[in-house]
C-alpha cells in the first residue's frame, strides 16, 4: 500500500487494461471527460462528469475505459478525512456531481492542465468541493423544494424561467437569487443538468427510443439531446446507451 500524502492532485486518463490496486489514503474521481467504469470493493459504477467517485483508504479498486477520458483524482491524506462531510462521502461511494461541483471541478481541470496548483490553492478548492457535493436535496424550508421536485417528476414540460418562477410563486429575480444561493447555478444550468440526469436513467435502463428520451426529457428533439450530452459529457445518447444498457448501475 502507498504512503499517504496530506492532499494531491493530478490528471489521469485510463485505459482499456483493468489494474486492481489499493493505498491507505482516499482517492477522489472527477471526471472531466469521457467514461470510466469503476469498481470499489465490489461495488461496481460508471463514472462520467455527471458522476464521481470516492474510494475509502485500503479499498481495493480497478477501472477501465474503452474510450478517451480524462479525470481529476485528488489524494487524501487520512488525518484529513477527519475534518469535514468526509464521512458521508465513504459512506456512499458513488455520488453526482451536481452544477456547483462541476463548475469547481472544471475550473481546476483548467488550473491544473497548465501546472500542479499550489498547495495553499488546493487546501482551499477542496473544502469547497466537499461542501458541494455533499449538498443533499432541499430541505422542506427551502423556497425552491417543491418546484425542483416538479421539474424532476415532469422533465419534459416547457420549463421557461417565468413558469418556474410562477410555479414556486416567486418573481424572476427572486428565483434567480436563491438558485444562486442554495445551487451555486443558474435556474437554466440546473434544469439542464436535471434533464441530463433524467435522459441517462432511460437510456441506461429502459430500451425507448432515443427520440422519445429526447421529447420525455424536455429536448426540443434528438438532436438536441445530443448536442448537450456531447458538450456536458464528451459522449452521445447512443454510445451512452450501448455502454451502459442494464448493465446495473449503483444507487445513487
Given amino acids: 500500500m502507498s504512503a499517504s500524502p496530506l492532499l494531491d492532485l493530478h490528471v489521469r486518463s485510463y485505459g482499456q487494461t483493468r489494474l486492481a490496486d489499493r493505498h491507505d489514503y482516499a482517492q477522489l474521481v472527477l471526471p472531466l471527460k469521457g467514461e470510466v467504469a ?9 463514472l462520467d462528469p455527471l458522476h464521481g467517485a470516492v474510494v475509502a483508504p485500503g479499498a481495493w479498486h480497478s477501472q477501465y475505459s474503452a474510450g478517451a477520458n480524462q479525470s481529476l483524482i485528488l489524494d487524501v491524506g487520512a488525518a484529513n478525512l477527519e475534518q469535514g462531510p468526509w464521512q458521508r462521502l ?73 413558469r418556474m418562477a410562477r410555479t414556486a410563486g416567486l418573481s424572476v429575480s427572486r428565483l434567480h437569487a ?27 435502463g429502459t430500451d425507448r427510443p432515443l427520440a422519445e428520451i429526447a421529447l420525455a426529457a424536455g429536448f426540443s428533439e434528438q438532436s438536441a439531446l445530443t ?4 458538450r ?21
Fill in 38 to 46: 469503476l469498481e470499489i470493493a465490489g461495488r461496481q459504477g460508471r
Fill in 90 to 162: 465513504l459512506e456512499r461511494p458513488f455520488t453526482a456531481i451536481g452544477p456547483a461541483a462541476r463548475k469547481l471541478v472544471e475550473f481546476m481541470g483548467i488550473l491544473a492542465a497548465a501546472q500542479p496548483p499550489a498547495p495553499p490553492v488546493l487546501a482551499g478548492w477542496t473544502p469547497l468541493l466537499l461542501d458541494t457535493l455533499t449538498v443533499g436535496a432541499p430541505q422542506p424550508a427551502s423556497r425552491l423544494a417543491a418546484l425542483l421536485a416538479r421539474i424532476e417528476a415532469e422533465p419534459g414540460l416547457p420549463w421557461s424561467t417565468e
Fill in 227 to 230: 448536442r448537450a450530452m456531447r
Fill in 232 to 252: 456536458t459529457m464528451d459522449t452521445t445518447p447512443a454510445a451512452y446507451r450501448r455502454a451502459h444498457f442494464r448493465t446495473g448501475w449503483p444507487e445513487r
Fill in 178 to 204: 436563491l438558485f444562486r444561493l442554495e445551487h451555486d447555478c443558474t435556474p437554466g444550468d440546473w434544469l439542464l443538468g436535471c434533464r441530463l440526469r433524467r435522459a441517462c436513467e432511460w437510456l441506461a
